[in-house]
């Protein structure tokens, strides 16, 4: 039972590098997504996908990429990392179109840009 | 933007006591779902909510859906050290299907 996979846990940058956050999940659900967790502020979403070649932005897209070329992976780009994007981050995946699904989430990757 | 707002944020009772959580917006949702997060690791769903009105039980924890589906609330009856942790209320959205996160209710429970 895999559930939602995420790699790395833990990771370090200096501002300036890019790194890729991986994610897959093995449920076949159409709906993936990237949140960030500060503390005080909930969780709160960078992009989404309701299918393979389908992403769309959320709330706190900037300085990140997604693509989605497969059903089950979901990878997030920092671009050029910057102190500010220091957070927790976590991946979800869920069935789509049904009032009552479930998220399902990874066990976060937390970063720190120096 | 559309916000949840959860109160209150930090809650600290001892155990036995009963406590209620609250999560309002100004926006309709189609559901509403309530996710419990432990140190370390992602949110857990606890429950669904679909319909205005709606209440759920799940043994000492009560939640309810606002008639206007734009509220809710968690009631928590006898609390226990294991309830502890970082309680989330998420919102449904028509259409596009976003699951909007309230500000969350860290509590904890004082043997």
């Known amino acids: 039972n895999a559930g939602v996979t995420q790699t790395p846990k833990f990771q370090v940058l200096k501002t300036g590098q890019s790194m890729t956050l991986q994610c897959a999940q093995d449920?076949?659900?159409?709906?993936m997504s990237w949140y960030r967790q500060d503390p005080g502020m909930g969780l709160r979403l960078i992009h989404y996908s309701v299918g393979a070649g389908i992403t769309d932005q959320g709330e706190v897209p900037n300085g990140y990429n997604v693509s989605r070329s497969t059903t089950e992976d979901f990878p997030l780009r920092l671009l050029s990392a910057a102190p500010s994007q220091t957070s927790v981050y976590f991946c979800a995946s869920s069935y789509y179109g049904r009032r009552n699904t479930e998220a399902f989430f990874g066990q976060g990757t937390r970063l720190t840009v120096v | 933007t559309q916000l949840l707002e959860q109160s209150p944020q930090f809650l600290s009772i001892q155990e036995g006591e009963n406590l209620t959580v609250y999560c309002n917006s100004s926006?309709?949702?189609?559901?509403l779902q309530w996710y419990r997060q432990e140190p370390g690791e992602g949110p857990v769903l606890l429950v669904t909510?679909?319909?205005?009105?709606e209440v759920k039980k799940l043994k000492r924890l009560t939640f309810q859906f606002g008639d206007a589906r734009k509220d809710s609330s968690l009631h928590i009856t006898a609390a226990q050290p294991g309830d502890t942790g970082l309680y989330l209320c998420a919102g449904l959205n028509f259409g596009n299907e976003k699951l909007t996160f309230g500000t969350g209710t860290r509590l904890t429970i004082i043997p």
């Open positions: 449920m076949n659900h159409e709906y």
């Open positions: 926006s309709v949702f189609s559901s």
């Open positions: 909510v679909v319909t205005g009105g």
